[in-house]
Nanobody
Framework: QVQLVESGGGLVQAGGSLRLSCAASGRIFSIADMGWYRQAPGKQRELVATITVGGTTNYAGSVKGRFTISRDNAKKTVYLQMNSLKPEDTAVYYC??????????????WGQGTQVTVSS
């Protein structure tokens, strides 16, 4: 089993910044892609950004140029630096990864979510 613990959410004014962190723990053999998704009230969960083991990144068009995803493989942690935040960025942000444990083949895991609220 893999646990993903997110931190760094909160309330910020438009134009401000926040940094989200997500640390993976458990009997992990390897971690593949890591990423962030978000879900606003009344909307479907959507991809924000992903990063491969090698560091290749992918961003949703709405956050490109404002958000930066990074990871520390040694710490099994993924980060999301969010700059120039807009009210439409308000959502619950979820960490996601695909990982292989000593007991199970590669599976997908989700964090519990962290609230990001951007006031206008």
């Amino acid at each position: 089993q893999v646990q993903l613990v997110e931190s760094g959410g909160g309330l910020v004014q438009a134009g401000g910044s926040l940094r989200l962190s997500c640390a993976a723990s458990g009997r992990i053999f390897s971690i593949a892609d890591m990423g962030w998704y978000r879900q606003a009230p009344g909307k479907q969960r959507e991809l924000v950004a992903t990063i491969t083991v090698g560091g290749t990144t992918n961003y949703a068009g709405s956050v490109k140029g404002r958000f930066t995803i990074s990871r520390d493989n040694a710490k099994k942690t993924v980060y999301l630096q969010m700059n120039s935040l807009k009210p439409e960025d308000t959502a619950v942000y979820y960490c996601n990864t695909r990982a292989t444990t000593w007991l199970a083949s590669e599976s997908e895991y989700w964090g519990q979510g962290t609230q990001v609220t951007v006031s206008s």
